[in-house]
């Protein structure tokens, strides 16, 4: 076959197999280019089939949760109309089992729970508004470990809010958050709007539970500070939904003086920066004016005009509830005044053991740098 006029008669055999790896590569789609509004167009689609996902799981969720209350008050009627006793639990799970062998959920134990779930809440109205809410079990959990009514429906109502898992549920019920929510002592009626003054107190917690740490008996705050970004995520989950961490010794400069700030956070429900200072002694009055100065730079040097009044924490190994009440009055900025429970202290015969605190610091350092590293 000769070449066509004009075409290099070394390439010309060569021109099939170009075609067909023409052919071959993938092309863009000249029919129906992707723009930036298919882009749109296809992720809006994507969060509307996981919401649909979502609501279609709590929909199964609730229908479960329902269902196994109403077989615990039918057991319960049962007993008492008909005189039956606990082993008619027993003789139920192996019936139920019998009849449905790929569901899990009619073992006795499971059975003893709904009973107890029905004994504890009488109305359905409340299960399908509050119980039904949280997966099935959570509410194990709260009936395991929380026997007053009201308590229970303020863990329902936060595990749903801040998205807890079954084991988050479980050590906020055994680190008391219900007792220390809202604890703090603080001037924030007097230095922040109502609506932002409410939900900041309820946010606060006394005391703050750091039972993650061990430090020696002659701590100092910097080793407090060291210890708690160490364990970064623990203490944000102590502290709560909400809490960015920005940094700590945090410089902050006034009129030509550098200020450090021992730990400094965003909130995003506040919208606003929350500074903590720690001690490790009991609370002082000075300490309140210190903090005021610090809420103050914080407002005059980082404060977005969007953001709303910064906060300050004092963190303290104990406080005199009139002595801190009094030093709060006089304060023109948003402070609040709560303690801390460290964990066990280390024994004298295992501090050689343990790595020093500054041995600490370099491996951060050294996490950090290695994490620039991967970032560039």
């Not at 509307?48 to 269902?67: D, F």
């Not at 229970?152 to 898992?165: C, D, E, F, M, P």
């Amino acid at each position: 076959m000769s070449s066509p006029a004009g075409v290099n008669s070394d390439v010309f055999p060569l021109i099939p197999d170009l075609c067909l790896f023409w052919y071959l590569m993938p092309k863009p789609n000249v029919f129906f280019p992707i723009d930036e509004n298919y882009t749109v167009f296809l992720q809006s689609l994507k969060e509307r089939i996981r919401r649909s996902q979502i609501k279609a799981a709590l929909a199964v969720n609730q229908e479960l949760v329902l269902l196994y209350w109403q077989i615990g008050r039918e057991i319960l009627m049962r007993q008492q109309q008909e005189g039956w006793g606990a082993k008619i639990i027993d003789q139920l799970a192996k019936d139920l089992k019998r009849e449905f062998p790929d569901i899990k959920g009619f073992s006795t134990r499971n059975l003893k729970y709904m009973r107890a779930f029905a004994e504890a809440y009488s109305d359905e109205q409340i299960v399908q508004q509050a119980a039904a809410q949280i997966p099935w079990f959570h509410n194990c959990v709260l009936l395991d470990k929380v026997k007053d009514a009201t308590e229970r429906l303020w863990y329902i109502q936060q595990t749903v809010a801040n998205g807890w898992s079954r084991n988050i549920l479980a050590i906020q019920i055994e680190t008391g958050l219900y007792r220390r929510q809202g604890g703090a002592i603080t001037n924030f009626a007097q230095t922040l709007p109502p609506a932002q003054s409410d939900l900041a107190q309820q946010l606060l917690k006394d005391p703050y539970n750091f039972d993650f740490l061990t430090l020696a008996k002659e701590a100092q705050e910097r080793d407090l500070e060291r210890a708690l970004v160490h364990h970064i995520r623990d203490f944000l989950l102590e502290l709560g939904t909400g809490f960015s961490f920005v940094g700590s010794q945090y410089p902050i400069i006034v009129e030509g003086q550098e200020y450090r700030i021992d730990l400094l956070f965003y909130h995003f429900r506040l919208r606003c920066f929350i500074v903590i200072d720690l001690k490790m002694v009991e609370f002082q009055p000075e300490f309140s004016g210190k903090m005021n100065f610090y809420v103050s730079a914080v407002n005059a040097t980082l404060r977005h005009p969007d953001d709303q009044p910064t906060i300050g924490i004092i963190l303290c190994k104990s406080k005199n509830k009139t002595v801190a009440e009094l030093a709060l009055q006089g304060m023109t900025q948003p402070i609040g005044v709560a303690t801390h429970k460290i964990g066990a202290e280390i024994p004298d015969q295992l501090k050689s053991l343990l790595p020093t605190v500054e041995q600490l610091e370099a491996e951060l350092q050294t996490l950090e740098v290695t994490s620039d590293a991967l970032k560039h």
